[in-house]
């Protein structure tokens, strides 16, 4: 499946919700429970239905400036597609 559309605005999926502690959040979903840190975590917690899939790689371009822009943004759409494809993300 092809990365979401600069304009789309990511959300976490009807039925999904989080769980844990603040140093240890997991995503609850239908299905079951994804314990998620560092990177994942940072993406995930953006995903409000108000950023557009553009803001947040903007965003995550700023915080990781020593990496290659180009990868950050496949990495974020191929993390979102599979969240997508677990419905834990809908955009």
Known sequence: MPPPEDSSQP???AGCRWGG????????YPEGA???R???LLILER????RTFGEI???LQAKFQD????K???????FLEQLRHKRIVDY
């Open 11 to 13: 959300r976490l999926a």
């Open 57 to 59: 790689i903007t965003e």
């Open 21 to 28: 502690t603040e140093q240890d959040r997991v995503m609850l």
């Open 47 to 50: 995903c409000d239905g108000k």
């Open 34 to 36: 994804l314990r998620l």
């Open 67 to 70: 990496a290659d822009p180009v």
């Open 38 to 40: 560092d990177t994942g």
């Open 72 to 78: 950050i943004r496949a990495d974020i759409g191929q």
